[in-house]
């Protein structure tokens, strides 16, 4: 089990560096974007689909590493006022909640992107890429945040530390 728990915390690393290097590259283009457009008079028209594409993919991507680190919402008010079995036992339930939220999520993220594949469907802009392309990250790192949610349950099990 502690294989499962470190493998799954070095994809979640991975990931994350992913999800940074997807977001600076959207800062350079922003700013190639704006030197071409006001500074040069050109025409930009890759420039702005790709920075939504590459910020949606980096918030998939690295949704994982923010739950490895604790970095998501939490309203826990409730919970640290509990003595620590029920403390467990909420984390432990609020876990299962999004293993099965994100499970039909990837779920339905992957039938998406296959039939975006099958269908050979392109994005409705002139750059016209395959719409699968920015369709991927959703199913990879919503799937990789449900084996992280797993193993953040067996952490708080004792199962693997």
Known sequence: MTFYVTAITALSRALGAAAMLLTASAALVVTHMVIVRYF??????????????????????????????????????????????????????SGLFGIAFCALLAWSGWIYLHEAWAYGWRTDTVWAIPLWIPLFPLPLGIGVLVLQYIAEIMKICGVAE
């Open 40 to 93: 040069l008079n050109g025409s930009t028209i890759w420039q702005t689909e790709y920075v939504i594409y590459a910020l949606v993919a980096a918030t998939f991507l690295g949704s994982p590493y923010v739950l490895l680190h604790k970095g998501h919402v939490n309203v826990d008010v409730v919970q640290t006022s509990l003595p620590l079995p029920a403390r467990k036992a909420m984390q432990i339930l």
